[in-house]
């Protein structure tokens, strides 16, 4: 069987990361790199010994799939030209700046019968997907997901930038459909939303609290879930995760009768390369992505909802 093609359209530090892991992976040829910025091509270009471009679609002829890292503003212009090349594609977080572009994008896809999975890194932490025999209907949850300030990513407010992470985590463990929002936020150091909370209400009952920051003065990404039989508490940062049970098989917690705990540790894992293979293995078996251009579009609209129950508060 002959190697798939691959290519990288932004090479910018995320990028980078991106044409790394495809030049790393037996059975997929990293053919070449793309940035607007020639130097840059032509360093990441060299480091992972592909040939450099400066236009999206010279590349395209030489490839099966891509990755898109470029900004927020140009992912539908650039995922279209895929599209209608023929080429699978992995685009990063947030899918578009509107829905319509989402699903203009997810109808292309769907017609060429190209895989079009969303860069939601998330989806393969290995805390989360430890989740899948734990959860039963949650009706609580509680994330926070604080950061120091970094320029890269401010071409979008903080919702969209950090909160959309959590905002699909939240949407694939509820499957239900959202009532109300209620949202605050402030800008800090941009002119967009900076420091983000959210209230979302869900139609089966269950609440999500979700806190974004990115100019904390220290990093934290956490989420709390809350259900009739069962409380979770996960540190993505230190990879821990406790886990609190009605009459359980754990350890008995002295305070609180009839109720069990269990602890566990996640070594560190590489949720990108995680997320490149599982692209690389949709392609190949012609499935469904893990995370789709529809469960993009679906974060992509709350975030959106919450953005604009934050415009009065952000732009005065």
């Known amino acids: 069987m002959s190697k798939l093609r691959a290519g990288v359209i932004g090479v910018g530090y995320l990028g980078r990361f991106h044409a790394q892991k495809y030049a790393a992976l037996k059975g997929v040829e990293l053919v070449g790199v793309v940035d607007y910025d020639p130097a840059r091509a032509d360093e990441i270009a060299a480091e992972v010994k592909a040939e ?19 900004p927020t503003q140009y992912h539908f212009g650039v995922a279209k030209d895929c599209l ?11 899918v578009t700046q509107t829905v319509e572009e989402a699903e203009e994008l997810i109808a292309l896809a769907k017609e060429k019968g190209l895989v079009f999975q969303v860069g939601h890194l998330e989806r393969f932490n290995p805390a989360i997907l430890a989740l899948e025999d734990v959860l039963d209907n949650p009706l609580f949850i509680e994330t926070h997901r604080l950061a120091p300030f970094k320029a890269r990513g401010t071409d979008v407010n903080v919702v969209l930038d950090l909160m959309i992470h959590d ?15 209620n ?62 049970r ?30 490149i293979e599982s692209f690389i293995e949709a392609v190949t078996e012609g499935k469904a992505p893990v995370v ?25």
């Not at 209608?84 to 947030?94: C, N, Q, R, S």
């Open 52 to 70: 450099a471009f400066t236009d999206h679609k010279e590349l395209l002829s030489q490839v099966d799939l891509v990755s898109i890292v470029v």
């Open 167 to 181: 905002i699909d985590i939240i949407l694939s463990l509820v499957g239900s459909k959202i009532k109300t929002v």
């Open 292 to 316: 789709s251009g529809e469960d993009g579009k679906r974060a992509l609209e709350v975030a959106l909802q919450i953005t604009q129950k934050l415009w009065h508060e952000v732009r005065p």
């Open 84 to 94: 209608d090349a023929g080429v699978h594609i992995l685009l990063e977080k947030p």
């Open 246 to 275: 009605k009459g359980g098989k754990g350890l008995p917690v002295p305070s609180i009768p009839n109720v069990t705990m269990e602890h566990a540790s996640f070594k560190k894992s590489d949720a990108l390369l995680a997320e």
């Open 183 to 244: 949202a605050v936020g402030v800008p800090v150091l941009t002119e967009q939303g900076d420091i983000a909370n959210a209230r979302l209400q869900f139609e089966n009952g269950c609440v999500a609290n979700v806190t974004a920051s990115r100019v904390s003065r220290d990093s934290m990404r956490k989420i709390r879930i809350f259900q009739q039989d069962a409380y979770v508490s996960i540190d993505y940062e230190a990879r821990k995760t406790a886990i609190y």
